[in-house]
């Protein structure tokens, strides 16, 4: 069992870790006025019961438990032994932007489509966080990482309804992910699963907490932060367009006002945090 909390203070960054612990033997957790920045809770062994405003849920062996910041909450071992995680702590100006674009909108347990990714990604995290070198950018990066593979890998146990709802969604939701650049309007979307606009909207709200155009907006403003990052060839106004944003001052002004920096200060940011 060990963990860390990383101290940079002073250091303006979209994603900071603030504590990591891998191989926890979790003790009973009761926390009435909720934990200060946002958690995701890794279940290695064992199984947690969570409990939370709208109820309880149990998270098994390979489940992730995702929780808000100042939400309260409660979890304990269930079954036969105590249940042994790794937990990351993370908080910064990019980090509710930036989930709100996936599936995780609210605090409870959530199942992986493959949980080999988030192991990567601790074991990623840890190694950086246990350097004496290490950098707030590169710890950034680590954050940042996780919550894509998130966005990727999570999916809501709890919700039924909610559930229902990404399904009548799907052919939606492919169509913005495969053709991000693509100028959709409400009406466009609407008629891809046959309904109005008016209940488009009702079941993205209902089942991400956003209305259509503002997921999109969401999506081409990560799909950026990653061609950024992985795309060093590519001219900031390049991926402005491959996103869907030709105009490359207004990339630039919408990319400031929900990141905090420009696109080329983002990129010169996390180009120092996957630098060896």
Known sequence: ??????????????????????GHIQEPIRRPHGYPQHQWIQVRVGRLRLTVAEGEEVAREGDGLYLRPQEPHAYRSEGEGDAVVDWMGFDGP??????????????????????????????????TASDPG?????????????????????????????????????????????????PWDADTLAALIGVTPQHLGRLFRRSLGQSPLEYLGRMRLNRALQLLVERPDLRVHEVGAA??????????????????????????????????
């Open 243 to 276: 996103v869907g944003y030709p105009d490359a001052n207004y990339f630039i002004r919408l990319f400031r006002r929900h990141e905090g920096r420009t696109p080329g200060e983002f990129r010169d940011l996390h180009r120092q945090g996957v630098t060896p």
């Open 1 to 22: 069992m060990a963990m860390l909390f990383p101290d940079l203070p002073g250091i303006p960054l979209s994603f900071r870790l603030r504590g990591i612990g891998v």
């Open 94 to 127: 990019g980090v509710s932007e930036s989930l709100a674009a996936g599936p995780l909108t609210r605090s409870g347990v959530y199942r992986l489509t493959g949980a080999a990714s988030v192991d990567r990604v601790f074991a990623r995290t840890w190694a």
């Open 134 to 182: 290490a950098t707030g950018p590169r710890l950034s990066a680590c954050v940042y990482d996780l919550i894509m593979v998130l966005t990727d890998e999570a999916a809501g146990v709890g919700r039924i309804s909610a559930a229902a709802g990404l399904g009548r969604l799907q052919p939606v939701l492919a169509a913005l992910t495969h053709r991000p650049a693509h």
